[in-house]
């Protein structure tokens, strides 16, 4: 069955420093989605991506994080100068039409 | 996209069927209920959707009153493997605009 995976499971980082979380998404899928969640806390949306392009994003996605669709398959994150609290699970989603989405088992991100 | 209301925790017996409720009386004729679920910090995994008819697959039944004002997800036998956050979510059934966003769900135990 069709997967979305992400790498790595874990990543641990220094503050400050620039972090690329990993994804590939299901194959036919157009739409793609990052979320995160806090430890104890809700799973939280923070950017969708179609067309190439930003769909829609969250308030928690600012100018330090970004995305890109850089080839055919990959779909990443990234996060320019990390803080203490951007530690959290990254989810990583797809879905074909834009309503059923499919995640995947995140990255656990650790800033020490 | 509608919300939705969910008690923030239920019991259920080994091998009976767990029922769980939602609230979405505000969802409009475009909006489909998704229901998810999130066991100990794992992704998040899809259960079943529908729009206003039943609906049933191989881990769960959904019915939708006729009113489309709430809905109840069935696990028709529950495992301890089903103990997991659940998450009824309303959203429009495709395209860019909407997302997945979810709430605090239900924390379902499942006991011996």
């Known amino acids: 069955e069709p997967e979305v995976t992400q790498t790595p499971s874990h990543q641990v980082t220094q503050m400050g420093q620039e972090v690329i979380l990993r994804c590939v998404p299901i194959?036919?899928?157009?739409?793609f989605y990052w979320y995160r969640q806090i430890l104890g806390q809700k799973v939280e949306f923070l950017v969708s991506?179609?067309?190439?392009?930003?769909?829609?994003k969250s308030e928690i996605f600012d100018d330090q994080f970004s995305v890109e669709r850089p080839d055919g398959s990959n779909f990443t994150l990234k996060i320019r100068s990390t803080k203490l609290e951007d530690s959290a699970m990254y989810f990583c989603?797809?879905?074909?039409?834009?309503?059923?989405?499919?995640f995947g088992q995140g990255t656990r991100l650790t800033v020490v | 996209d509608a919300k939705t209301t969910q008690p923030t925790s239920m019991d259920c017996a080994e091998g009976r069927a767990a029922n769980l409720p939602c609230n979405h009386s505000?969802?409009?004729?475009?909006?489909?209920v998704y229901w998810y679920r999130q066991i100990h910090s794992q992704g998040p995994q899809y259960i079943i959707h529908?729009?206003?008819n039943n609906e049933t697959n191989e881990m769960a039944s959904l019915i939708i009153t006729e009113d489309r004002k709430s809905s109840t997800l069935i696990l028709p036998h529950a495992t301890l493997r089903d103990t997991a956050v659940y998450y009824c979510?309303?959203?429009?059934?495709?395209?860019?605009?909407?997302?997945?966003?979810f709430g605090k769900g239900t924390k379902l135990s499942v006991k011996p």
């Open positions: 989603a797809s879905s074909e039409q834009g309503g059923l989405a499919f």
């Open positions: 194959s036919n899928h157009l739409y």
């Open positions: 991506f179609y067309n190439n392009e930003i769909s829609e």
């Open positions: 505000t969802i409009s004729g475009n909006e489909y």
């Open positions: 529908g729009l206003k």
């Open positions: 979510i309303v959203r429009r059934g495709g395209g860019s605009q909407g997302n997945l966003i």
